[in-house]
Each structure stands twice: as structure tokens, then as C-alpha cells.
């Protein structure tokens, strides 16, 4: 069997090629030990050092107790994992291996809580980066108890600060720069605001809240990258044979990749990210990268998948290879939903394209029944905008989305079945509907209604409380969703 990977190993293996990251100054502590920060993250900042830019390292620990399994896993091979990314670029399939060595630290905070707090006595800390969930950066009132870690991450990172704070008495250029990685709206100022509330409630000192306000940057970020985690089993051993070593913490993931901070482009000087070549933007304003992602790589999500699930489709690979659903997804991103948007068409043509050879990545089985969850809140967030451009000048909601929309509404016309709701396939067969219960009550009660079809799509779409606006009002909506759905009753019939 073959032996795990540790610094030994690698040393060998790498006939001298190989440098620790632990002899470098920790200039980046991470909150989070999963897959996606360290398919992202500290993929990134590896690159940067194997070209020289970045002469740091990083620390990293667990946000929550039960991260303590892979912390450890960590620690045993030396902070070194194997990332595989893998997919297509540039319309060819690759398969990219690389041993990350970033980690000069592996801490468990809630073991090692002095050995945590001693990290802010670090010169050299710079960066604070997180992934924590979006649970994981909410506010919980909780008490500050001497020698002990708190439980939230916001919580923690206050306690970080105000050794800081007293280590380095407060001097302005000693303040941190966070850059969560949460997957939610705003993270930096929800972050920050988390850390003054907990100081307020702690009854910390005015001079330090003020130190956290005006020296320490909370900046809003959006992360975009698939990290598919820990391979099959067999295809894991096959690596490992072929490798001569083993990889508790192997992970894999997609060539795509995409960090938009909001910051100044010169933090990149700190950070060499774009200068080592990453899909990094330093920008003024993260709402148009926001807008794009929801409007065209979650709208398209949204848009192809009741019509896929009601055809039979099971995968975005399978629906993006099929010759019609495949062309219809592509037709209504392109004609219908980058006209919308008011970025320049040809870039967002440019992204689009990116999104779909992200979707037919042969290594992603991503299933539409789990995207299908929560469906209507989706809608409303992915493809309402989308549809509102048009409605409020007037013209009619174009052809394809108009279609997505019938889809949604035929996937949720729905009965409750023992504890839940179910819907039909267009060959009958049964699924289940993942959505609020009594969303999918009123959703079910609109269907079952005492009145011609066309007036229960228009009392559909009338319902402010489904989808928050009068949708009926919409010039041409009602009519040509029930065209659709009378087109596809006598079908099925």
C-alpha cells in the first residue's frame, strides 16, 4: 500500500524541487478546512508561490467542532493535499494534478484557543479568509468566557482582533483585511457587523471598536467555482497507485474559477492573485458580476430544469446535450436574457459560453431535481428580472422565457400525497416537490379551483403572495403560458 502524503514524501519524490510553506511567515489565516477553500483559495495563493509572488503562508482551522476529523487528517500529511482539476477548456477535456503547499499551521481553535489567539501576534498576518456557511457568519448572542473558544465565527474573529489590538496597541497599519467567502449577498458588512455587535455586547473598549471600524477592511467578495470534493473510491485508488503515495484529503474540481472582491485593483500588490494570471477582479462594484451569475448561470439553471424534469431528464449535462432542450436553454440566454442585462452583449455572449461548457463538464452529475428545491423562490430572484425588463416597457415577456415560465408553473401543479406534494411527469410519472408547505397548499388550491384553466393560470400569476407582483398585469404572460400548458394537455392526452 502506498504510503500518505506527507513533507518527507514529497521532498523525495520532488528531488529537491519541492518548498515547505513552513518556514514562511503566516501572512493568510483561514476559517474553513473544507474542500472549497482549499480548491480555491489555497490553490490560488500555491500558484502564487510557486511563481515567486506570494512569500507567505497560511493558517488554517476549523470554524465548527466537527471540523476536528479533518483538521486532524491535515495535520497528519503536513498541511500537503492533492487537488485534481478536471472538465473541459476550451472545448477540450483536461486533467490537471497539483500538491498544494500552502499550510505552515493546522489548528484546532477549540483545542489549541491560545495557540489560536497567538496567531494575531503575527507581524506578517495580513488576510483573513472564510467559508463558513451563511449560517456560519449570523449574528448568536453568546458570552465571552476567558481560555475558551465561542462558537460562531464572528465571535471568534472579535476575539482575534482585540489581541491584536493590544499586542500591537492599537496601530493602525496592524489591522486585518477579511475576505469571507460565504456564499451571500453583502458578506463583508454582514461579517463586520457581526464583530461590532459582539464587542458592544462584551462591553469592549470604545478605542478598540473604533480601531475595528477605521483599520480593518470587511470586504464583500463573490466566489464562484464547482469543487467536487473526494473522487470515487476506485478511480481515488487508481490515482493513488499510479501517484506512489495516498491522499486522505484528494479533492477535485472544474477548470472554471471566479473571486470578484470589492476592493481598489492596488490590494493586488498584497494579494498577487491577478498577477499570477487567476480569474481575480479587484472592482468597485460586485453587482454586475452578482447580476450575471444570477441572471444567467442561475437563471439558465432555473429556466431548463421543471422543463427537463417534466420531459423525463435526470442531469444539466444530459438536458444541455439534448438536441432540442439544449438549443432552447442556449436560444433563450442568448436572444432573450443577455438583452436584458446592461452589460456590453458581447461579454456577457463571452460568460454564457463559459456557463455552458461549465454545464457539460463530463465530471459534474449535477442532478435537476436537487436544483429544482425552492423553485419558485428561484424564479423569483433568476428569472423575474430577466422577464420585468420586458413587462415594463410593454412589450410582451419573449418567447422562451414565457415557455420556462408555462414549465415552472405545469411542474408545480401539484397534490398533496401522505406528507408531502407530488407532481407528474408529461408520461406520468411521479415526483416530489421540494418547496415551503404552504406555498405548495395555495399553489395546489389555485389548481384545483372551479373555473376554466385560463383563469387559473391568470389567478396564478395575479397571486402577490407567490411571487410578489401582480404577474397577470404582464402584457401577453397569461395567454401564452396557457397556450403552453393546453399545447402539452393535449399532448399528454
Same mark, same amino acid.
Given at each position: 500500500?502506498?504510503?500518505?502524503?506527507?513533507?518527507?514524501?514529497?521532498?523525495?519524490?520532488?528531488?529537491?524541487?519541492?518548498?515547505?510553506?513552513?518556514?514562511?511567515?503566516?501572512?493568510?489565516?483561514?476559517?474553513?478546512?473544507?474542500?472549497?477553500?482549499?480548491?480555491?483559495?489555497?490553490?490560488?495563493?500555491?500558484?502564487?508561490?510557486?511563481? *515567486?509572488?506570494?512569500? *507567505?503562508?497560511?493558517?488554517?482551522?476549523?470554524?465548527?467542532?466537527?471540523?476536528?476529523?479533518?483538521?486532524?487528517?491535515?495535520?497528519?500529511? !503536513?498541511?500537503?493535499?492533492? =487537488?485534481?482539476?478536471?472538465?473541459?477548456?476550451? *472545448?477540450?477535456?483536461?486533467?490537471?494534478?497539483?500538491?498544494?503547499?500552502?499550510?505552515?499551521?493546522?489548528?484546532?481553535?477549540?483545542?489549541?484557543? +491560545?495557540?489560536?489567539?497567538?496567531?494575531?501576534?503575527?507581524?506578517?498576518?495580513?488576510?483573513?479568509?472564510?467559508?463558513?456557511?451563511?449560517?456560519?457568519?449570523?449574528?448568536?448572542?453568546?458570552?465571552?468566557?476567558?481560555?475558551?473558544?465561542?462558537?460562531?465565527?464572528?465571535?471568534k474573529m472579535t476575539?482575534?482582533?482585540?489581541?491584536?489590538?493590544?499586542?500591537?496597541?492599537?496601530?493602525?497599519?496592524?489591522?486585518?483585511?477579511?475576505?469571507?467567502? %460565504?456564499?451571500?449577498?453583502?458578506?463583508?458588512?454582514?461579517?463586520?457587523?457581526?464583530?461590532?455587535?459582539?464587542?458592544?455586547?462584551?462591553?469592549?473598549?470604545?478605542?478598540?471598536?473604533?480601531?475595528?471600524?477605521?483599520?480593518?477592511?470587511?470586504?464583500?467578495?463573490?466566489?464562484?467555482?464547482?469543487?467536487?470534493?473526494?473522487?470515487?473510491?476506485?478511480? +481515488? %485508488?487508481?490515482?493513488?497507485?499510479?501517484?506512489g503515495y495516498r491522499?486522505?484529503?484528494?479533492?477535485?474540481?472544474?477548470?472554471?474559477?471566479?473571486?470578484?472582491?470589492?476592493? %481598489?485593483?492596488?490590494?493586488?500588490?498584497?494579494?498577487?492573485?491577478?498577477?499570477a494570471g487567476f480569474?481575480?477582479?479587484?472592482?468597485?462594484? =460586485?453587482?454586475?458580476?452578482?447580476?450575471?451569475?444570477?441572471?444567467?448561470?442561475?437563471?439558465?439553471?432555473?429556466?431548463?430544469?421543471?422543463?427537463?424534469?417534466?420531459?423525463?431528464?435526470?442531469?444539466?449535462?444530459?438536458?444541455?446535450?439534448?438536441?432540442?432542450? *439544449?438549443?432552447?436553454?442556449?436560444?433563450?440566454?442568448?436572444?432573450?436574457?443577455?438583452?436584458?442585462?446592461?452589460?456590453?452583449?458581447?461579454?456577457?455572449?463571452?460568460? &454564457? &459560453?463559459?456557463?455552458?461548457?461549465?454545464?457539460?463538464?463530463?465530471?459534474?452529475?449535477?442532478?435537476?431535481?436537487?436544483?429544482?428545491?425552492?423553485?419558485?423562490?428561484?424564479?423569483?430572484?433568476?428569472?423575474?428580472?430577466?422577464?420585468?425588463?420586458?413587462?415594463?416597457?410593454?412589450?410582451?415577456?419573449?418567447?422562451?422565457?414565457?415557455?420556462?415560465?408555462?414549465?415552472?408553473?405545469?411542474?408545480?401543479?401539484?397534490?398533496?400525497?401522505? !406528507?408531502?406534494?407530488?407532481?407528474?411527469?408529461? &408520461?406520468?410519472?411521479?415526483?416530489?416537490?421540494?418547496?415551503?408547505?404552504?406555498?405548495?397548499?395555495?399553489?395546489?388550491?389555485?389548481?384545483?379551483? !372551479?373555473?376554466?384553466?385560463?383563469?387559473?393560470?391568470?389567478?396564478?400569476?395575479?397571486?402577490?403572495?407567490?411571487?410578489?407582483?401582480?404577474?397577470?398585469?404582464?402584457?401577453?404572460?397569461?395567454?401564452?403560458?396557457? !397556450?403552453?400548458?393546453?399545447?402539452?394537455?393535449?399532448? %399528454? &392526452?
Amino acid at each position: 500500500m502506498a504510503s500518505l502524503l506527507t513533507e518527507t514524501l514529497l521532498a523525495a519524490a520532488e528531488d529537491g524541487r519541492f518548498t515547505s510553506a513552513g518556514s514562511d511567515p503566516v501572512r493568510v489565516l483561514q476559517v474553513g478546512e473544507g474542500n472549497f477553500l482549499r480548491g480555491f483559495v489555497d490553490w490560488m495563493l500555491d500558484g502564487c508561490r510557486n511563481q *515567486g509572488l506570494f512569500p *507567505g503562508s497560511v493558517a488554517v482551522v476549523q470554524p465548527r467542532r466537527s471540523g476536528k476529523r479533518k483538521i486532524e487528517k491535515l495535520a497528519a500529511q !503536513d498541511g500537503l493535499f492533492t =487537488l485534481v482539476i478536471r472538465g473541459l477548456e476550451g *472545448g477540450e477535456r483536461i486533467e490537471r494534478r497539483s500538491v498544494v503547499s500552502v499550510f505552515s499551521n493546522v489548528l484546532d481553535p477549540y483545542e489549541e484557543w +491560545a495557540s489560536f489567539l497567538a496567531l494575531a501576534d503575527g507581524a506578517e498576518l495580513r488576510f483573513v479568509v472564510s467559508n463558513t456557511t451563511e449560517a456560519g457568519l449570523a449574528y448568536r448572542s453568546e458570552p465571552m468566557v476567558p481560555g475558551e473558544a465561542p462558537e460562531s465565527f464572528p465571535a471568534k474573529m472579535t476575539l482575534l482582533l482585540l489581541r491584536r489590538y493590544e499586542t500591537f496597541a492599537g496601530a493602525p497599519d496592524k489591522g486585518l483585511i477579511f475576505l469571507p467567502c %460565504e456564499l451571500l449577498e453583502r458578506n463583508g458588512d454582514r461579517l463586520r457587523e457581526g464583530v461590532l455587535r459582539h464587542a458592544e455586547e462584551w462591553g469592549l473598549p470604545e478605542a478598540f471598536q473604533a480601531w475595528v471600524r477605521e483599520h480593518n477592511r470587511f470586504l464583500s467578495t463573490l466566489v464562484d467555482r464547482i469543487v467536487t470534493g473526494y473522487p470515487d473510491a476506485e478511480e +481515488a %485508488e487508481r490515482w493513488f497507485e499510479r501517484w506512489g503515495y495516498r491522499d486522505e484529503l484528494l479533492t477535485t474540481g472544474e477548470p472554471y474559477h471566479l473571486w470578484a472582491i470589492e476592493a %481598489e485593483p492596488e490590494l493586488d500588490e498584497e494579494l498577487p492573485l491577478r498577477q499570477a494570471g487567476f480569474n481575480v477582479h479587484w472592482t468597485p462594484d =460586485l453587482k454586475p458580476f452578482q447580476q450575471r451569475k444570477v441572471r444567467i448561470l442561475n437563471g439558465a439553471h432555473t429556466l431548463m430544469t421543471p422543463l427537463g424534469l417534466l420531459h423525463g431528464v435526470e442531469h444539466v449535462r444530459e438536458l444541455m446535450e439534448h438536441p432540442e432542450l *439544449g438549443s432552447f436553454v442556449r436560444n433563450t440566454v442568448e436572444a432573450e436574457i443577455i438583452p436584458s442585462l446592461p452589460e456590453p452583449a458581447e461579454a456577457m455572449k463571452a460568460y &454564457a &459560453a463559459e456557463v455552458y461548457e461549465r454545464y457539460l463538464n463530463p465530471h459534474l452529475r449535477h442532478r435537476l431535481s436537487d436544483i429544482a428545491m425552492n423553485s419558485i423562490s428561484k424564479a423569483k430572484a433568476r428569472l423575474l428580472p430577466s422577464m420585468a425588463y420586458y413587462a415594463e416597457k410593454g412589450e410582451p415577456v419573449p418567447a422562451g422565457l414565457a415557455l420556462g415560465f408555462a414549465a415552472l408553473l405545469r411542474y408545480y401543479r401539484v397534490e398533496r400525497i401522505g !406528507d408531502g406534494y407530488e407532481g407528474r411527469s408529461f &408520461a406520468g410519472e411521479p415526483y416530489r416537490v421540494a418547496d415551503d408547505a404552504e406555498l405548495l397548499g395555495r399553489i395546489e388550491q389555485a389548481w384545483s379551483a !372551479d373555473c376554466g384553466e385560463r383563469e387559473k393560470v391568470r389567478r396564478l400569476l395575479a397571486d402577490e403572495t407567490v411571487w410578489g407582483i401582480d404577474l397577470s398585469a404582464w402584457k401577453g404572460l397569461a395567454e401564452a403560458v396557457a !397556450d403552453h400548458l393546453a399545447g402539452w394537455e393535449r399532448k %399528454e &392526452a
